[in-house]
């Protein structure tokens, strides 16, 4: 893997859902329907091992897209709404 290859993946994912309210508690909730959904479908091979590590990438997952769209959305909203005026 590359380095910063997940940061890059991670800050593509928050511009493009600048739209979308991401607060912790709606982060808690996709992920523990996230991981129901994986225990249904693969069953005892989603280990307690393969929980935390997909646990950890949700969480920090998430926890960009609360910082992204809480630092850049307002910014972001700002440019387009000059390019719109000039345009």
Do not use: D, S
């Given at each position: 893997p590359k380095p910063g290859a997940l940061k890059t993946a991670v800050e593509t994912i928050g511009f493009q859902h600048l739209d979308v309210e991401v607060t912790s508690v709606r982060m808690d909730v996709?992920?523990?329907a996230i991981f129901e959904l994986f225990e249904q479908e693969v069953g005892p091979k989603?280990?307690?091992?393969?929980?935390?590590?997909?646990?950890?990438l949700l969480n920090y997952t998430?926890?960009?897209?609360?910082?992204?769209?809480r630092e850049y959305a307002s910014r972001i909203r700002i440019i387009q709404n000059s390019w719109n005026s000039a345009n």
């Open positions: 996709f992920r523990e989603f280990t307690t091992k393969a929980r935390f590590g997909f646990q950890i998430g926890g960009a897209l609360i910082f992204i769209r």
